[in-house]
């Protein structure tokens, strides 16, 4: 792992950050890690719930002076010693992917809690790692999954408890090559199939049944000759045709591009079918369902899942309040999927995320 916490330096358990009911929002201290467009978010969200940011981090010292000026808190160019502030309860890690473990291993040790950006890894030797670091902290780690708070979340998962698992799912997902080079940088935020599917991963894991059992897939690049990524040494795949089948019979398709011209509005739609009826959602906000009583619409607005992320783990570490953030696990389980999709790709066969092997990124 490379970042600049050196892991050897960090302190046995400084300062354990204390959940109790007594530390209240105005008392939660916070570090922001990255001041890209996540770490803006965090940064404005924790102090919109009335947490202290008392100190954003970032190499762009730009990116972090303009972070920090939104919430009054103080730019660094490194972490240094940072983690060893009593004052700190919480790190929110919004780097690019590849520096997650690094972080959220050494705020862990310093006793603090960590919410980390999404996905959890690149590397499954990572994503054990920050496991670990979790287990032995007795602090608490979560992953931002950010859409179990989308609006579309819950009609879903009712609609899957009232009318059963559905047999047939189906997610498209297009956009353009992502202005963010780093996107498609397979050592650092590792394309769609790790970066975006990994919130399918995790709503079909709860929709058709956990892990899937078999995963066939085909990938592409499609950006191959598209200039504004010439230059990335190792580029992920940026497109690809995914079959997921679960316990109990369900089938998932996913299809996925970051493939297609620069600036070509974004799309994603799912469907769900089952003997019941068909759900279909213009993510995040349109919902129609179809079923024997005719059809239902609901379209959202006005809700932030990110807020909500924010709001729900300042309540689970102040109040102890059930967890509803998911924690590591769902992040292992999103991340095998993945690899295990790559691993198809690869070998040109079908396999399971029991058989997946770890990428070939070196992230030490
Ligand atoms: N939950 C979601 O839906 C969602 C959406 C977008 C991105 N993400 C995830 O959030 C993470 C960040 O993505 P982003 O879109 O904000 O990227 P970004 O490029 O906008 O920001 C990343 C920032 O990290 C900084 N950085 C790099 N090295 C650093 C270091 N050693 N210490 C501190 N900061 C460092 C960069 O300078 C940059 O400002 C990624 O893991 C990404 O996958 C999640």
Redesign the pocket.
């Known amino acids: 792992m490379s970042?600049?916490v050196d892991q050897a330096a960090v302190p046995e358990k400084v300062a354990r950050a204390t959940p109790t009911a007594r530390t209240g929002a105005d008392a939660l201290g916070v570090i922001v890690?990255?001041?890209?467009?996540?770490?803006a978010r965090h940064a404005r969200h924790w102090h919109a719930i009335g947490a202290d940011v008392v100190a954003v981090?970032?190499?762009?010292m730009a990116?972090a002076d303009a972070v920090a000026a939104l919430v009054g808190a103080r730019a660094h160019a490194v972490v240094g010693d940072l983690f060893d502030r009593d004052d700190v309860h919480v790190v929110s890690v919004?780097?690019?992917?590849y520096?997650?473990a690094a972080m959220t291993v050494a705020a862990l040790d310093a006793g603090k809690h960590v919410l980390c950006?999404?996905?959890a890894a690149l590397t499954l030797r990572d994503a054990l790692a920050m496991q670990r670091a979790a287990e032995r902290s007795g602090t608490q780690l979560r992953i931002?999954f950010?859409r179990r708070f989308d609006p579309a979340y819950r009609p879903l998962m009712d609609f899957t408890e009232r009318a059963g698992r559905p047999l047939l799912a189906q997610a498209t997902i297009t956009a353009g090559v992502r202005p963010?080079r780093?996107m498609h940088d397979a050592m650092a935020?590792g394309g769609p199939i790790i970066?975006m599917c990994c919130h399918v991963f995790d709503l079909w894991g709860r929709m058709l049944g956990g892990e899937p059992l078999a995963v066939s897939a085909r990938g592409y690049t499609f950006s191959d000759d598209k200039p504004e990524l010439a230059g990335i040494a190792r580029r992920a795949l940026d497109s690809a045709l995914i079959t997921l089948e679960y316990e109990g019979g369900s089938v998932g398709q996913i299809q996925v591009s970051w493939g297609l011209p620069s600036g070509i509005e974004p799309v994603e739609r799912h469907t769900y079918v089952g003997p019941s009826g068909m759900v279909s959602v213009d993510w995040p906000r349109h919902i129609t369902l179809r079923d024997a009583d005719g059809v239902t619409r609901w379209r959202s607005r006005g809700v932030d899942p990110y807020l909500a992320e924010i709001t729900q783990f300042r309540r689970e570490i102040v109040e102890g309040a059930p967890r509803e953030v998911p924690d590591i696990g769902a992040g292992i389980a999103a991340l095998r999927v993945s690899l295990a999709v790559l691993e198809a790709i690869r070998g040109r066969r079908v396999t399971s995320p029991a058989e997946a092997v770890d990428l070939e990124v070196t992230t030490s």
């Open positions: 970042a600049d890690i990255g001041a890209g467009d996540m770490g981090v970032d190499p762009d990116r919004c780097t690019p992917t520096l997650h950006e999404k996905p931002g950010m963010k780093l935020n970066d």
